[in-house]
């Protein structure tokens, strides 16, 4: 059971294809960590009383801004046994005490990257961001070797127009910082309208990609300790670098999965939360 839950809506990046983009007018708010902790007891019960694992994965805007996560994760992890995960942009991995309380206490991290180097940062609107995040992520790798603890170290890419063509070179340096799982998705189109048509995917892009997509898995599965599981959107993809409609369910991960929002509504995805969600709260077991 996959538990995504939205922990605050603000960020410290500027990224123009984004929408919790730090230099956007938007609402600002944050979750009510008293209503996670309830949760956290549910879901502990689910899991103890079902033999199915809960994994709990923090989203934002950025998730490692929001000071109550820390306690929330621990008490999650290692008073309810819950495997905990969160996707991040990474700049609070400089931070020697919060890679030690995210080894501690997270089963998973995602790493937010979407081109080597220097494009990475114009990305982000961060000057040097991607050279530090680099630097931190490989401390983690060899944080996490030194005290064998179980943190799986994931990288999400963000596929656009103007880095499907450094993906290669991207996977290569991620496996390279220790990076064990790379997952992608294109570029939507929701987020932010105006950066969306000079820069979605188009159909040759889409095509070249698949065609060097078994070579790139096999490269980087013979990288000592690299392991790169590549997703199943291909289709989904294509379809709509042509504009044409695709199922989302292609993209549906293997096993059931909640999305809650930063209302404290849950439903079955981020997609359904207006139509089917009702209050976290009322449920209680
Ligand atoms: C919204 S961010 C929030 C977490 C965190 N701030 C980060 O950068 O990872 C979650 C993921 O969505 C991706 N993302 C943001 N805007 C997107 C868009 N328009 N299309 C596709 N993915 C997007 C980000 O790159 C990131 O991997």
New binding site residues.
Partial sequence: MIVVWQVTER?N?D?P????DRGLARPRRDADPQRIRESGRVLAQYQRETDDTVLVCW?????LLWSPLAELSTEFAVGHGLRVAT???GTALESTSVRRHLLASYAEL?V?V?APGTAHDALRGAPSLYATLSASVRSLADERRRTGRPLRLRA?V?LMRRTIGVFDRLCHELADWGIEEISF????GN??PEFYPANRLEPASVALLEEHLPRLRDELGQKAGAFARLGQYLRRMAASSRASACPSTIAAPAGPSLFVDIHGRIAPCGFTVGTHGIPVAEIDS
């Avoid at 989203?59 to 998730?63: I, K, N, Q, V």
């Avoid at 998705?185 to 939507?188: D, E, I, K, R, T």
């Fill in positions: 960020c990046l990224c294809f984004c929408s919790y989203l934002g805007g950025e998730p996707t991040t942009n995602t937010s979407d999400n963000v998705n294109q570029l939507g987020d932010r």
